[in-house]
């Protein structure tokens, strides 16, 4: 019975590790303090990217759809990415960082919106925001939110 409940939950955990990948393997910060100061001198606004890493099925979609998407590539270069994951599960991240990320979303994502892209100058003050997705593909909306306040 165990072997069967972990062969389970195996493709649950192996789907919220993919979902870490995105900050793996960009420039995605995980520090809202370092993103502004890096926003600030660099000239650039902050994308700050709300996901339920291991429970929401449109956060991972759009992780496939949108983020690993080579316009995406290109308009990142344009903005400081900061990445704010709240994960059911708490051994995805230390208590620091789940602390840190929920003090985030009090101050950007108050209704608990997921996924949520948030733009953010390097002043802190938000400029526009684009929430849900609707998994069908279509990202222009999410394309030209970020064409926008590059």
Known sequence: MKKAFILFLLPLILSAQADFDVVKDSKWLTDYD??????TKESKNVLVYF????????C??????????QEFKAISKDYVLLYVDVPRNSDLLTPEQMAHNKEVMGKYNKKGVFPLLKIVNGKGNALDEYSGYSMNGEIQYHLDLLNKYK
Not at 34 to 39: G, H, I, Q, T
Not at 51 to 58: E, Q
Not at 60 to 67: A, I, P, Q, Y
């Open 60 to 69: 991972k979609m759009l992780k496939t759809d949108l983020f690993d998407s």
């Open 34 to 39: 370092k993103a502004l100061k890096e926003a």
């Open 51 to 58: 996901t339920g890493s291991d429970w929401c099925p449109p």
